[in-house]
């Protein structure tokens, strides 16, 4: 059996360093992934808070594939932790994802020759693409990738455009398991209506991504997640991920 460890780790967000965000990003790649009936891996971790770089390299050493979450908050110690996992081990499929990394320099994996893929834009549909083809990842639309210390991108992946296609980890179990598997913890949610924003802002991830029509989960879904929140005792606050919340005044009043 193949293994994957997923990486969207954050600092501590109260005063007694027991309350962290949800790994919201990880969970929906793996909700999707394990989805199809014909996966071919086993999940090993998600890591959502830093544990010292060297046990948490040695744990996930072992992995066919390791994807990390990358943001401003988690580049240096996902940069660290995925280098040393690749000393350990070389033959582990490093894939990177999220807006930090500066994926338009051609001498991006000359910087970083232990990343093996980062993709691009919307994660979930490019990386179960990447885990299909771990040896042809030219194949794979949305990515760019290490050869041999070249930077080559792939065609253009097409937006998910019916994300109600995408499983809810609120509501397919993921985040139950980590709830359960860390009692002592509080948790912070991500709450995500929709995807995109009509406008091109230099200062926003969203207008750097130029996915200028936005889309909606259901409302159905939505309420589901947030009754999910409110019914879980280790749950203190929820976040709303929405680039323009309350842009559709009426869908959004109701929400």
């Given amino acids: 059996m193949k293994t994957l460890s997923l990486v969207q780790t954050n600092f501590p967000v ?15 790649i ?3 992934i394990n989805s199809f009936a014909n996966n071919e891996f086993e999940l090993n971790k998600i890591i959502f808070r830093r544990e010292p770089i060297e046990q948490t390299a040695i744990a996930l050493a072992k992995d066919t594939v390791v994807g990390f979450s990358c943001y401003m908050w988690s580049r240096n110690y996902s940069l660290k932790v995925a ?4 000393e350990l081990n070389p033959s582990v499929i490093i894939v990177f994802g999220g807006p930090e990394m500066e994926i338009e320099k051609i001498d991006f994996f000359q910087r970083y020759p232990f990343i093996d893929a980062h993709v691009i834009q ?93 889309r909606k989960f259901s409302l159905e879904r939505v309420f589901k997640e947030i009754e999910w929140t409110l019914h879980s005792k280790q ?21």
Wanted: with cysteine; aromatic share 12%; proline share 4%.
């Fill in 83 to 86: 280098k040393r996992i690749k």
């Fill in 122 to 214: 919307e994660g979930e549909i490019a990386f179960k693409a990447v885990l299909d083809n771990l040896t042809n990842l030219e194949a794979v639309p949305g990515i760019i990738y290490n050869d041999l210390g070249k930077t080559k991108r792939t065609s253009v992946a097409k937006r998910i455009m019916e994300l109600d296609t995408l499983p809810s980890p609120y509501l397919n179990g993921v985040f139950d398991k980590i709830l359960r598997d860390n009692p002592e913890l509080k948790f912070v949610t991500t709450l995500e209506s929709n995807r995109g924003c009509p406008y091109a802002c230099t200062f926003c991830d969203w207008g750097s991504l130029t996915y200028s029509k936005i």
């Fill in 235 to 255: 749950i203190e606050a929820i976040g709303m991920a929405d680039a323009n919340f309350g842009i559709f005044e009426q869908r959004d009043s109701a929400i």
């Fill in 30 to 32: 793996w909700s999707y």
């Fill in 14 to 28: 109260s005063l007694n360093q027991d309350t962290f965000y949800l790994p919201y990003s990880a969970a929906l």
